[in-house]
Every structure is written in C-alpha cells, then in structure tokens.
C-alpha cells in the first residue's frame, strides 16, 4: 500500500525554525519525484519545493527559495524540509505527494498519492 506521511510540523515564531518529514512507504522511493505543497485557507495548494529521484535537481518556489532546503534520505525513505526564517505567510497545511516525472513543480500537476498534512502556523 502506497504511503506518503507528512509529521514536523507546529507553531513558531516568526524567524524560527521547522523541519518536516515525510515518510513514504510501499514503493520504491527512488524512482519518483517527491514534492512538498501547502494550502492556505482560501487558497489554493501551492508547490513549494520538489526534489528530483536522483537527488540532483531541485526547484523552490520563489517565496521560499534561500530559507527552505528539501532533501532526501533513500535509507530511511524519508524526504526533509528544512524551514528557516519562517514567516507569518508560511503558515498553512503542507502535503507530500509523489510524481514519476522530474521536471518543476509549481503546481500539483502529476502529483498523486497525498498525504493528510501537517499543519504550520507561524505566530508571535
């Protein structure tokens, strides 16, 4: 059974500091694109960061690029988001999901196999 599980997330000052996991098993990680999403309310669910099967290309959205670094872990299965100097606009629900294909993610398209997410909320 395919499974993507998103933990790590939580509330934080603006200017901390977050990591998010996603735990993926029942299939071979290593042949998909990972990317992590996040819905605001009242928004739609935005691409955030992606990582390529290999590991060697990346793609960050603008408003996250130089504060959030993806990563993954083909031992444990397990792909990271590092969030730094978070901001008040973080905040939101962030997903993984899966894609066969590399390439940008922008939006959702060719994601498949959703998470039920971890909530952030980024508050004095």
């Known amino acids: 059974q395919v499974q993507l599980v998103e933990s790590g997330g939580g509330l934080v000052q603006p200017g901390g500091s977050l990591t998010l996991s996603c735990a993926t098993s029942?299939?071979?990680?290593?042949?998909?694109?990972i990317g992590w999403f996040r819905q605001a309310p009242g928004k739609e669910r935005e691409g955030v960061s992606c990582?390529?099967?290999?590991?060697?290309?990346?793609y960050y959205a603008d408003s996250v690029k130089g504060r959030f670094t993806i990563s993954r872990d083909e031992i444990k299965k397990i792909v990271y988001l590092h969030m730094n100097s978070l901001r008040f606009e973080d905040s939101g629900i962030y997903y993984c999901?899966?894609?066969?294909?590399?390439?940008?993610?922008?939006?959702?398209?060719?994601?498949?196999?959703w998470g039920p997410g971890t909530q952030v909320t980024v508050s004095a």
């Open positions: 999901a899966r894609r066969f294909h590399d390439g940008a993610c922008p939006n959702t398209d060719g994601f498949g196999s």
């Open positions: 029942g299939f071979g990680m290593d042949y998909w694109t």
């Open positions: 990582i390529s099967k290999l590991g060697d290309s990346t």
